[in-house]
């Protein structure tokens, strides 16, 4: 979860963590996009889903 802006939080997924890569919803574009994430972007919390495989 990252922060846009004051009060302004948005959900996304790192498609490529180690580049800053992520997929979200692009409400200006109306479409879901992937591309790097804006610096101005705060990084509020991550979770990580347990793998399938034990």
């Known amino acids: 979860m990252v922060r846009t802006c004051t009060c302004q939080y948005h959900f996304l997924i790192h498609s490529a963590p180690d580049s800053n890569i992520a997929i979200h919803a692009h409400a200006g574009l109306r479409r879901i996009v992937e ?3 804006p ?3 705060r990084q509020l ?10």
Request: no cysteine; aromatic share 12%; charged share 5%.
């Open 35 to 37: 591309g790097p994430l």
């Open 39 to 41: 610096a101005s972007w």
């Open 45 to 54: 919390g991550a979770w990580r889903l347990p793998s399938l495989s034990s």
